[in-house]
């Protein structure tokens, strides 16, 4: 049995400075979250350079 595993990726998301600390990022990261499991993808990769 072949399993063949999709990796997608999403780039340059963030909080605008004035609305930090407001929940945002963690909002928009559930959604990236939502988005892609529905995608069947199995990996979700997050680089920072913070």
């Known amino acids: 049995m ?4 999709r990796l997608n990726g999403c ?3 963030a909080a605008d400075s004035n609305h930090r600390g407001k929940n945002i ?3 928009l990261l559930q959604h990236v979250e939502e988005y892609y499991r ?3 993808c199995h ?6 350079n913070l």
């Open 25 to 27: 990022g963690q909002l």
């Open 38 to 40: 529905s995608k069947n």
């Open 43 to 48: 990996w979700i990769v997050l680089l920072s």
């Open 11 to 13: 780039e340059k998301e």
């Open 2 to 5: 072949k399993t063949t595993k």
